[in-house]
C-alpha cells in the first residue's frame, strides 16, 4: 500500500527549502508545481525539485525537502479551491514600499513561473476548449495587472502612499487569492482535459486491436467528429 507522506505546513517547508540551499520562495513552489500539473507535458516532482535547486545540490530522495515537496505535490494535485495558507497573506506589520513591492513581486514571479510550465507543455493544445481558454486569459490578465502595479509601486508612489492603507491591503490580497483560485481552477480543468484524451487514446488502440493495424492519419477519426483522425483525436 502507497502511504503519502503529510505535508508540515508553508513554514516547515519554507524552512528546510533555505536550509537546503534553495533561494526561491514558497509562491514559486507552489506554482511550479501547479503549472507542472496543469501543462498538457507530463511534468513530474522531478521537475519541480531541479526548478528549486537550479543553483544548489538537490537533496536526495529520503531527504525531508524532498518529502514535503512530495506531501505538496500530491496536496495540490488535489485541491479543487486554494486553501487558506499563510503566503496568500502579507506577513509584513510595517507598510513600507519595500515590504508590499517584495509581496507584489513574490506573486509576479509565481504567476510567471506558473505560465512558463504552461508553455512549455504547449497549452494551447488545450485551449481548443473554451473553458480553459476563457481562464487562461483571465489568470493571463491578471497576471498582466500585478505587473504593471508592481511597476508603478516602484516606479510612481511615494512612501506616503504605502503607509496608511488597510483597505488596499485587503483587496491586494483578495486580488491574489483570485489568482491562485484560478491557477487551481485551471489545474482542474486541465486534468479533466488529460482524462478524455487518455479515454480517447484507449478507445483508439482497442478499436486498433480489433482492426488489426494503426490508424492512418487520413482516416476519419473512430470518435465520430467527422473530422480526419491526423486532425482529432491523432493530432497530439
Not at 33 to 60: C, K, R, W, Y
Not at 159 to 183: C, I, Q, Y
Request: glycine residues 4%; contains cysteine; negative net charge.
Amino acid at each position: 500500500m502507497i502511504q503519502v507522506k503529510k505535508y508540515k505546513g508553508d513554514e516547515n517547508f519554507q524552512t528546510l527549502l533555505e536550509e537546503n540551499g534553495c533561494r526561491k520562495s514558497i509562491d514559486f513552489a507552489k506554482a511550479a508545481i501547479l503549472g507542472a500539473q496543469t501543462s498538457p507535458a507530463a511534468f513530474t516532482i522531478d521537475n519541480v525539485m531541479l526548478e528549486l535547486f537550479d543553483d544548489a545540490e538537490i537533496p536526495h530522495a529520503d531527504n525531508e525537502a524532498w518529502i514535503q515537496l512530495e506531501a505538496l505535490w500530491y496536496q495540490m494535485y488535489a485541491v479543487q479551491r486554494f486553501p487558506d495558507c499563510p503566503h496568500i497573506k502579507p506577513q509584513f506589520t510595517e507598510k513600507t514600499r519595500d515590504n508590499y513591492v517584495q509581496y507584489v513581486q513574490n506573486q509576479v514571479e509565481a504567476g510567471e513561473e506558473y505560465l512558463r510550465y504552461l508553455h512549455l507543455g504547449n497549452i494551447d493544445d488545450f485551449r481548443d476548449d473554451p473553458k480553459i481558454d476563457k481562464v487562461y486569459k483571465i489568470f493571463s490578465g491578471n497576471l498582466q495587472l500585478l505587473r504593471t502595479l508592481c511597476k508603478s509601486m516602484n516606479e510612481k508612489w511615494d512612501d506616503n502612499e504605502f503607509a496608511d492603507d488597510t483597505s488596499f491591503l485587503e483587496k491586494l490580497e483578495k486580488f491574489v487569492r483570485v489568482m491562485w483560485d484560478t491557477k487551481i481552477t485551471l489545474k482542474e480543468k486541465s486534468k479533466q482535459k488529460k482524462l478524455e484524451k487518455n479515454r480517447k487514446k484507449s478507445i483508439i488502440e482497442k478499436i486498433e486491436d480489433e482492426f488489426g493495424h494503426k490508424l492512418q492519419r487520413n482516416d476519419p477519426c473512430p470518435c465520430g467528429s467527422g473530422k480526419k483522425y491526423k486532425n482529432c483525436c491523432g493530432s497530439n
